[in-house]
């Protein structure tokens, strides 16, 4: 007891300033966590008493069809996503770090889309893939020969324009992250590498691709939980459709809990969700995180 005593009038301020950052931590991360587990057991009622139905909120997951789609779209559209945003944010960190002229310009340029509201870009996004004879794509296409595409109206295309909107929207951000990657590389491997008479693509292959290996698996991270909450681009452009072609979890979620207003099976998926991300972050850790060290 006496111990305790002189560890809290040592930092007793610390303990003090932590309080409200705790409370708030527990009050909603904690609390809500629980809460939502304990809600897939019940038939949840906004007004009145809600009802102990056991596991039936977590069988009529295995009945509901359209989840079972929204999953496996979850999946391929993280296929469309991941690599193309590694791979283009790449890129453009190595063009900004080549030096080429007006180098601030194409900072700003890279970026825009981070900052530019999600909206615009989907209004944007939206007349470019527009199905008509109208649309940009559509009338760039007529002047070669090649018939309109339906694009967001086409099951089969759908998903991969949505899952362009995201890389077009992302890419910058990744960018940021490599560059800081590449500014962390010493110079001086690249004139021992010069020296021993290796070319651009050696010294990108054997010493900037390795070393960035930190920044490959922070980037295949963020962009993998990104991928599998992708909501607002199917919301806003398709609606979930068509023929739910693009219905994601997170998006059969929403109208499950706030158009169907069954928040209970909404909490059994976001459980589900929650469980995805968790076992591939796990596997990405283990063949992907092993030995990351800062340079």
């Known amino acids: 007891m ?19 950052v705790l409370v708030h931590f527990f009050i909603f991360q904690i609390f809500p966590f629980i809460y939502s587990f304990i809600l897939t057991f019940l038939h949840y009622r906004i007004i009145g008493t809600s ?21 496996w779209n979850t999946f391929l559209f993280s296929f469309y996503y991941i690599v193309p945003t590694m791979a283009l944010g ?19 340029v890279f970026f825009l889309p981070v900052v530019t509201s999600f909206v615009v870009i ?46 077009f929207k992302v890419s910058g951000s990744t960018m940021i992250y490599y560059f800081a990657g590449l500014q962390s590389i010493p110079k001086d491997m690249y ?3 010069k ?25 295949l991270i963020i962009t993998t939980i990104g991928s599998f909450q992708i909501f607002d681009s199917a919301y806003l452009l398709t609606s979930g459709g068509p023929n ?28 589900v969700l929650f469980v995805i991300i968790l076992i591939i972050s796990l596997i990405q ?7 990351q060290n800062i340079y």
């Open 195 to 219: 020296i021993d008479g290796a070319t651009s693509f050696k010294s990108f292959w054997l010493i900037t691709f390795p070393l960035l290996k930190p920044i490959h698996f922070y980037v």
């Open 90 to 108: 790449l890129l453009l960190a190595l063009v900004i770090k080549s030096g080429v002229r007006f180098t601030k310009f194409f900072k700003g």
């Open 122 to 167: 989907a209004g944007i996004w939206d007349w470019i893939f527009s199905g008509t004879e109208s649309g940009l794509i559509n009338y760039m296409l007529s002047f070669i020969g090649v018939e309109s595409q339906l694009f967001l109206s086409d099951s089969s295309q759908a998903l991969i324009v949505l899952a362009g909107l995201s890389i």
């Open 285 to 291: 850790r283990k063949y992907f995180g092993k030995d």
């Open 51 to 71: 009802e102990f139905v056991g596991l039936r909120n977590w069988i009529q997951l295995f009945q509901d069809d359209i989840a079972m789609k929204s999953i």
């Open 191 to 193: 004139e021992a590498a």
């Open 2 to 20: 006496k111990r305790i005593k002189e560890e809290w009038r040592r930092n007793a301020l610390v303990y003090i300033v932590l309080i409200p």
């Open 244 to 271: 739910f072609s693009t219905s994601t979890l997170v998006y059969h979620l929403y109208n499950i809990g706030f158009t169907n207003l069954n928040f209970s099976y909404a909490a059994v998926l976001s459980y």
